[in-house]
């Protein structure tokens, strides 16, 4: 497995939408094993194809954090929810379709494609999810929590959209003025006094 680079917002590439998968291939298949490495290596708990400069509409996820990291930001939401118990992780959705959303929740949402920022996005609460897994089977459930956040969050890459897109033109603004001014840090270099927290997680 190699890992793959991440797009950095303000990247133009992240801004282009990605196209349903038409067949699972070898090489698709070993493409979604580099993205899952990817992911983890990162300390990520989901990637998008869109965020590795693929515009295939495939995502990547694993919420359960097997080793007890960012306890506390997944606190936040109550613990793992009954749904997401019954979701077998890590995740790989092709063409991954939200049939239905219901309620809102909010989550403070940071992202592998603009690292070191975090703000509170909103997001339905409850989604019923279709897609399609590396082995060609039609698959669809329902989750919450963590799980149903993140999801929501990748599929918006996948349309070429970013979490900063979805706060307040003020709020998007100043980080985007951040980003410009400050740039992001250099991860061989952080001393810890950056934005990042123990209690946040960049999906």
């Known amino acids: ?33 580099n993205m899952l490495e990817t992911m983890k290596s990162f ?15 495939l995502i990547v996820l694993d919420t359960r954090r097997p080793e007890g ?50 703000e509170v996005v909103e997001r339905a609460l409850l989604i019923d999810v279709e897609a399609m897994t590396l082995d060609g089977e039609k698959i ?5 929590g963590l799980l149903a956040i993140c999801i929501q969050h990748e599929i918006d890459h996948l349309d070429g959209k970013l979490f900063i897109d979805r706060l307040s033109p003020l709020k998007s603004s100043r980080v985007k003025a951040k980003i410009k001014k400050f740039g992001y840090p250099d991860p061989d270099e952080d001393d810890g006094e950056n934005d990042v927290t123990d209690s946040h997680i960049e999906l």
């Open 69 to 118: 990291d960012d306890a506390e930001a997944r606190y936040e939401l109550g613990g793992e929810t009954e749904l997401e118990k019954k979701i077998t992780q890590p995740l790989v959705l092709i063409n991954p379709v939200i049939k239905k959303k219901q309620g809102k929740t909010t989550y403070n949402e940071g992202c592998l494609s603009v690292p070191s920022y975090f």
């Open 1 to 33: 497995m190699a890992l793959l680079e991440i797009l950095k917002y303000p990247d133009p590439k992240l801004r282009r939408k990605c196209k349903p998968v038409e067949q699972v291939t070898p090489e698709l298949k070993e493409f979604a094993a």
């Open 140 to 144: 669809a459930f329902q989750t919450d």
């Open 43 to 57: 300390n990520g708990i989901g990637l998008a194809a869109a965020q590795v400069d693929r515009l295939d509409r």
